[in-house]
């Protein structure tokens, strides 16, 4: 293995650990994961696992945004998994679907959410819906029954 490739590993984990808590970057990107650098800039963009995008590295703040592959990754090897919320049956087809989660949707949270964090949506049953960012706190996405609780980027139907 190239050093630099060895390097980039443990930095890519290294920022999991942070963002997702400890453990999930070995879960999330295992030996085998392809990395893709920027041609402009030669800094870490993508992460693969065979064909499939696990997670994007955002250069605006050095955090990741997962794909649905990834979300699965780290909902099927964690547990207890972090910063997941949890929507009503009557939710799961428009969030599938790439639309935003409601407060009044929310029948669960993980309570550590704070606002502007990279959470995973999930079913009654578990099933990852989509990936977004927190508006509110987790707290406050299960008190609330108003306004936008998570604003949905990409949802499962759309990475199908």
Not at 150 to 157: D, M, T
């Amino acid at each position: 293995m190239p050093r630099k490739w060895i390097d980039d590993l443990q930095k890519i984990r290294s920022i999991a650990d942070y963002q997702f808590g400890r453990g999930v970057g070995r879960e999330l990107f295992p030996r085998d994961v392809r990395i893709v650098c920027s041609r402009k800039t030669g800094r870490i963009r993508y992460v693969y696992l065979g064909e499939r995008r696990l997670a994007t590295l955002r250069p605006t703040n050095g955090l990741f945004s997962l794909s649905i592959t990834g979300a699965k990754r780290i909902m099927e090897n964690m547990k207890p998994p972090r910063l997941w919320v949890k929507v009503k049956d009557e939710a799961t087809p428009f969030v599938k679907k790439g639309k935003s989660v409601f407060a009044k949707h929310v029948s669960d949270a993980d309570e550590e959410i704070r606002p502007m964090e990279e959470v995973i949506v999930i079913s009654e049953e578990g099933e990852v819906l989509a990936v977004g960012r927190a508006v509110l706190t987790g707290e406050e996405m299960k008190a609330f029954k108003k306004g936008v609780a998570v604003k949905v980027r990409r949802g499962a139907a759309e990475e199908s």
